[in-house]
Structures are given as structure tokens and as C-alpha cells.
């Protein structure tokens, strides 16, 4: 009797939990306090990422000398050469289409840069802020035409260096590939407001890397009435190879009359500075030539003058010299102008082809 009283207690016990709302306010609590412990975990890998994250770069801004993008042109060479070949190409249309990098396949190694240049990811540190303009710092090899008023008979007017194209694009040829930008002879305002004056001079600049080699070539024409004395030159800078200037040497271009045509010049001596004059030109040459022999990889450059209004070549090694640099002109002996008269045009037009050595190797020396 006794047990059935205490069984009976304990059924009402348990029915007075459950009626009372003490089971459900106990699991409530038990439920609530599970959430809780999840979500001060979750909270905490919240603030543990928020504390440790990473913060994606910001997407690149492509530097813009002159406000304009640089052209970049790229060759692929056949995978049977043998011989080294044009492959690269970068043009800054926006500064006069300065030439930044010519770039070489060398058959079993690996491809070569020829130009002292600034790589394009270190372009933006120098160029100025708001206008892109170059500064002083930036490697590059400037294409230079110059006006010359008759009272004037020093420095002239730079009309080209830092002029920003009317129209760039790349082009496509058979045999190779490049770009080609147009100068207006009355300048539009830059990215500072400010128009350079009027030239009178309409430019156009065409650079092709082909099968042939590389290909310069500058048209301008005199849209006014009146004849301008000018001056149009490339000057390339070249680098020096790891080995120095001692593996580099020159052979200069043949004229009217020097007698050294066929004595190489060694470049092995800084603060060297030699020009030559009365270019010889002849219906059996493609043109007057100077020749560039870099002994340490291997390989010539002959730098050719297909138009006659190429009239000298120079060499430049300065004392504190990073570069060689060569300079084509239309400046002639004294100092003398190219005349262009009213709706003449004049024509400039330099290719560089190269050819392995004797003493070249598909190994690396």
C-alpha cells in the first residue's frame, strides 16, 4: 500500500512539473543558452576575420605618359629560328611616340631587351601627377623634330618629343606587327588645359617589328604657306651588355670620304663622341648603314638608312654613360636645316635588321 501511495506522490510530482511550465522554461533556457555559446563563437570569427583579413588590392591603374596608353606589340618567333629576331615592341604614343623597348629572340636563350627603358609597372613614379608628362628620370628613346625660324639658329622649337598623338593604333602587316599614331599640326590643349602652338607641321610615325627587322619610319607635311627649316632625328639608346662597353663595337657607315668603312670602332672608352657626314647613298645598297657588333651575346645590328633624308649618324658615350646612343638626323654638316616647302612632305625612314655573329651560340655564354 505504502509502495503504491509513493508511486502515485511521484506521477503527480511530475504532472505538476509539467502543468507548472518548469519543463518548458528549463529547456528554454537550456536551448537559449546552446544559441548563446554559438553565436559568442560566431562573433568571435567574426571579429576574428574582420581582424585578419585581407584587403584585396586595388585594381591597377595603367600609367599614362602624355595621357595616353602605351602600345605594346608583341612577335611571336617561329619555334624552328635559328636566328635572332625582333619580338617586342613598346611606344608611348602620348609622348611623340617615344620608342621605351625593342625586345630580341635569341634562339636557345632568353629574350633580350636592346634599349635602356623604363619598364612599364615603373612608368607611374615618373610621370608627372595631373598632365602624365615625363620627367627628367624616365628612360626612353625620343623621336625629335624640331622648327627652325630664320632668326633662330639654335635650339629651334620641339614640335614632336612631348606631343601627345591625334590618333595611335596598332596595325598588321603580312609579315609582322606594329603601331602607327598621327600629330596634328595645330595641337589639341594637353591634360593640363594648355595647347602647344601650332606647328604647321603634320606628322605621322609608323613602327613595325617583321621578318625584315624593325622599321622606323616618319612622314611630316608642311600644311601651311610658308617653307619651315627643320630637324627630325631618332636617337636609341642602347644598353650596355653585362660584360661592358669592351664587347661592343662599331662599324661606321660609309661616306663620300672616309676611308675607315671597314675599321671596326671599339666602344671600349667612355666620353666617346663621333659624327659622320655625306652619307653615301647608291642605287646598289639599301642605304648607308652602321653596324653595331655586340661580341658578348653574339649578334649585329646593322642600322640602315632607307631615305636620303638621313644625313648623318652619330655615336654619344658619355663619361658617366648607362647607354650607347645613336642618332639619326636630317641635320646636315654646320648645323644645316631641311627646307620643306608649302604642302611638301618629307620622309624619314631607319631599319634595324640583326644577324648572328661568327661567334654566335644558341648557349648562353
Known amino acids: 500500500m505504502s509502495s503504491s501511495n509513493n508511486g502515485e506522490r511521484r506521477r503527480k510530482k511530475r504532472f505538476s512539473l509539467a502543468s507548472s511550465g518548469l519543463l518548458t522554461a528549463l529547456?528554454?533556457?537550456?536551448?537559449?543558452?546552446?544559441?548563446?555559446?554559438?553565436?559568442?563563437?560566431?562573433?568571435?570569427?567574426?571579429?576574428?576575420?574582420?581582424?585578419?583579413?585581407?584587403?584585396?588590392?586595388e585594381s591597377g591603374v595603367l600609367p599614362r605618359p602624355g595621357g595616353q596608353d602605351v602600345i605594346e606589340v608583341h612577335r611571336i618567333s617561329p619555334a624552328s629560328g635559328v636566328?635572332?629576331?625582333?619580338?617586342g615592341l613598346s611606344v608611348m604614343p602620348g609622348v611623340g611616340m617615344g620608342?621605351?623597348?625593342?625586345?630580341?629572340?635569341?634562339?636557345?636563350?632568353?629574350?633580350?631587351?636592346?634599349l635602356v627603358g623604363t619598364p612599364i609597372p615603373s612608368l607611374s613614379p615618373l610621370l608627372m601627377p595631373n598632365t602624365g608628362a615625363p620627367k627628367a628620370s624616365?628612360?626612353?628613346?625620343?623621336?625629335?623634330l624640331k622648327v627652325f625660324s630664320p632668326a633662330d639658329s639654335s635650339e629651334g622649337q620641339e614640335v614632336l618629343a612631348m606631343q601627345a598623338a591625334q590618333d595611335a593604333h596598332n596595325e598588321m602587316t603580312p609579315d609582322g606587327t606594329g603601331a602607327t599614331a598621327g600629330f596634328s599640326a595645330?595641337?589639341?590643349?594637353?591634360?593640363?588645359?594648355?595647347?602647344p602652338p601650332p606647328s604647321g607641321l603634320q606628322t605621322q610615325v609608323s613602327t613595325t617589328i617583321s621578318d625584315r627587322g624593325y622599321d622606323l619610319s616618319i612622314t611630316t607635311k608642311n600644311v601651311t604657306g610658308e617653307p619651315?627649316?627643320?630637324?627630325?632625328?631618332?636617337?636609341?639608346?642602347?644598353?650596355?651588355?653585362?660584360?661592358?662597353?669592351g664587347s661592343l663595337r662599331i662599324t661606321p657607315p660609309e661616306t663620300a670620304e672616309n676611308a675607315e668603312k671597314a675599321a671596326e670602332i671599339p666602344l671600349d672608352t667612355r666620353d666617346l663622341h663621333r659624327t659622320w657626314h655625306g652619307l653615301k647613298y647608291s642605287y646598289l645598297s639599301s642605304g648607308p648603314e652602321l653596324r653595331l657588333h655586340n661580341l658578348a651575346d653574339g649578334y649585329t645590328l646593322r642600322l640602315m638608312a632607307l631615305t636620303s633624308s638621313i644625313r648623318n649618324f652619330r655615336v654619344d658615350v658619355p663619361?658617366?654613360?648607362?647607354?650607347?646612343?645613336?642618332?639619326?638626323?636630317?641635320?646636315g654638316p654646320d648645323g644645316t636645316k631641311t627646307l620643306i616647302g608649302p604642302g611638301e612632305t618629307l620622309q624619314w625612314h631607319l631599319r634595324i635588321q640583326v644577324a648572328p655573329n661568327n661567334s654566335y651560340s644558341p648557349a648562353s655564354n
Open 138 to 144: 624616365l628612360k626612353y628613346s625620343p623621336i625629335s
Open 319 to 331: 663619361k658617366d654613360a648607362s647607354a650607347v646612343s645613336l642618332t639619326f638626323s636630317t641635320e
Open 27 to 57: 529547456i528554454l533556457a537550456v536551448v537559449l543558452g546552446v544559441l548563446g555559446i554559438v553565436w559568442v563563437a560566431h562573433l568571435h570569427g567574426r571579429l576574428h576575420k574582420l581582424s585578419t583579413v585581407e584587403v584585396p588590392p
Open 228 to 245: 619651315k627649316s627643320v630637324v627630325l632625328s631618332w636617337s636609341p639608346q642602347f644598353a650596355i651588355p653585362t660584360k661592358g662597353l
Open 186 to 195: 595645330e595641337p589639341a590643349p594637353g591634360a593640363d588645359g594648355i595647347a
Open 83 to 87: 636566328t635572332p629576331q625582333f619580338v
Open 99 to 114: 620608342i621605351l623597348q625593342l625586345s630580341l629572340d635569341l634562339p636557345g636563350r632568353d629574350p633580350q631587351d636592346l
